[in-house]
């Protein structure tokens, strides 16, 4: 089946600095890639699609410029949370598409805790 | 803006009863429609994708669609303690990749 791998699985940071977050399709090829957030208790909240060899699009309340998303193969897309603040403390979540087998159904990563101290 | 919603439970049912999960959705454009269930702490695993009005059967799952009604369901058979999860929707809209999912509905199978 279609897996995903997230690295690192959970990153403690702090305020101010950066954090980078990698997500791998081990099995296939994926031209589209999903960024997600979660909260405690929440559910998960779409924050952009990582399109291969193109810009990001985001969705709308997501700043472009404190996340950085970097799509640079068919096989790994990158999110890159820049001067991070406590409130940016969250479950990061990837997940990808088969889009050249024609699937509809999105894999997702093991996800990233990311804590801001 | 495109919602999904569920109840939130908890929802709890017997070992070997049939577990009944809803959903509702807005965007009478969407045109995929997935369940996921979340452990705690974990990540979301895909349980069922249906894309068609009527039932769709995989195992002890059964996902049902009714675009009329912008409703769809899940029901888990002889449900089984390991089933104890949060399962979420989630609705893909028509030309739209991402996901919308609603904030779950978290099961209980007692023992």
């Known amino acids: ?117 | 803006q495109k919602e999904v919603e569920q109840n939130s439970g908890p929802l709890s049912v017997p070992e070997g009863a049939i577990a009944s999960l809803n959903c509702t959705y807005s965007d009478r454009g969407s045109q995929s429609f997935f369940w996921y269930r979340q452990y705690s702490g974990k990540s979301p695993e895909l349980i069922m994708s249906i894309y068609s009005n009527g039932d769709k059967e995989d195992g002890r799952f059964t996902a049902q669609l009714n675009k009329a009604s912008q409703y769809v369901s899940l029901l888990i058979r002889d449900s089984q303690p390991s089933d104890s999860a949060t399962y979420l929707c989630a609705v893909r809209g028509g030309g739209a990749d991402g996901l919308t999912f609603g904030k779950g509905t978290h099961l209980i199978i007692q023992p």
């Open chain 1, 1 to 117: 089946g279609a897996v995903v791998s997230q690295h690192p699985s959970w990153v403690i940071c702090k305020s101010g600095t950066s954090v980078k977050i990698e997500c791998r399709s081990l099995d296939f090829q994926a031209t589209t890639m999903f960024w997600y957030r979660q909260f405690p208790k929440q559910s998960l909240m779409l924050m952009a699609t990582s399109n291969e060899g193109s810009k990001a699009t985001y969705e709308q309340g997501v700043e472009k410029d404190k996340f950085l998303i970097n799509h640079a193969s068919l096989t790994l897309s990158t999110l890159t949370v820049t001067s991070a603040h406590p409130e940016d403390s969250s479950f990061y979540i990837c997940s990808a598409r088969d889009a050249i087998a024609g699937e509809s159904e999105q894999y997702f990563g093991p996800g990233t805790r990311l804590t801001v101290t």
